[in-house]
């Protein structure tokens, strides 16, 4: 069976194709406009659902069958869970954007254009949000009176987003500009794809305080490195030394690196005794209750949206009354963790079949499309590890629309399997 090549045959799938680019060239600085484009995007394609019987058969993919059995679950798991309402709602409404993964997948599946303009779309809004560090560097960032868009100082220069999801983004802008010019056969166009990795990677490393980001580059970097010359044993390990030169030269030339880093190297000799109002205490307290909570309900969890409650008792003992901490309703910081303690091993195992996939679409024979798949999933998985994904807007959103995009693309290669239910080339 060959993939399909079919162009939209519905007004209505058209238009939800653009909503879906202009989600993906605002998820970088704007969760309002994003949140908007991908809710134009999702009724315009349920309405191409119902005019076009053959959009149907673009949901069968294996990552759509697994992102609605995991919202499934998500929804039967408000049946059992120990949370209140409110917060029961409000994890429904954070795991409904699983559905935008299938849409993604379909849409991109019908029209082949629309997996080669995603990475574009996205990239653009990138360059926005690092133009905006720039302006903030320089003291020439609007602020806004309503406070639509966040901006900081010279000294953790962020905008539209905290340093945490600038990480991620720019991180991610970052490697696949030196994915891009790793491919390139002209030197201009090598030239310019090292000077588009240098403007994404420069306010990660110089102008804002986000670790996060320093981890993304150097995973993705160890990543893009084995799948271009993992088979050149003295390429592979000069390009290790040269990572491993690069980073400890960042130490001594940025001010932001040295301090963050020499933050976590004391974060990490402490962590077994952190205190437990510091980051890394809670950090420690959260696996320490949500490791309590999946042994006590290891199969089907303690339902959706019950992670706060389950932490409550454990941020009364450590905050004081008067404290604005003693209250807090939380999320547990890893992806990992809050599927399992919710859904148990149950919904983790589904969780990690969505994963799995993803990503194997991404093995086998090298292509700047396999490759730009593999640094996604690697990043997501990576800081999933340590960060609720799934759960914040701007990074659920950043995930969800590449990884369909880039899937569709991906299953199109030569050799690729395709499913029984998929569209027939015309």
Known sequence: MTASTTRPRVKSERIAQTFLLLALGCVAFSTFFTNIFVGCCTIFFAAALFQDRTVRSNLVFAPSVFAFALLGLFILGASWSIGPPNEVAQGLRKYAKLLILPIAIALSWRDATLSKRALPAYMAGAAWLALSCYLVWFNLMPTSRLDWWRVGDAKDAFAHKNHITIGIMLGFATLICLLKASYADQARARLAALAGAMLFAFPILFLTQGRTGYVVLFIGLVTLLLVRVGGHRVRLAGGVLGIVVLFISLYFASANFKFRTDQFVSDVQNFANADARSPNGMRLSFFQVGGKAIAEHPWSGNGTGSFAELYAPTARAIWPADSPHHNVRIHPHSEFLGVAVQLGLLGFTVYLGLLASLGRVALGPRSFEADSMLL???????????????????????????????????????????????????
């Open 376 to 426: 996604l999933w690697v990043i997501y998985v990576s800081t999933s590890l340590y960060n609720s994904m799934l759960w914040d807007p701007a990074e659920a959103y950043w995930f969800l629309l590449l990884a369909g995009c880039l899937y569709s693309g991906n299953r199109r290669r030569p050799g690729m399997r395709q499913p029984a239910g998929a569209l027939r080339a015309a």
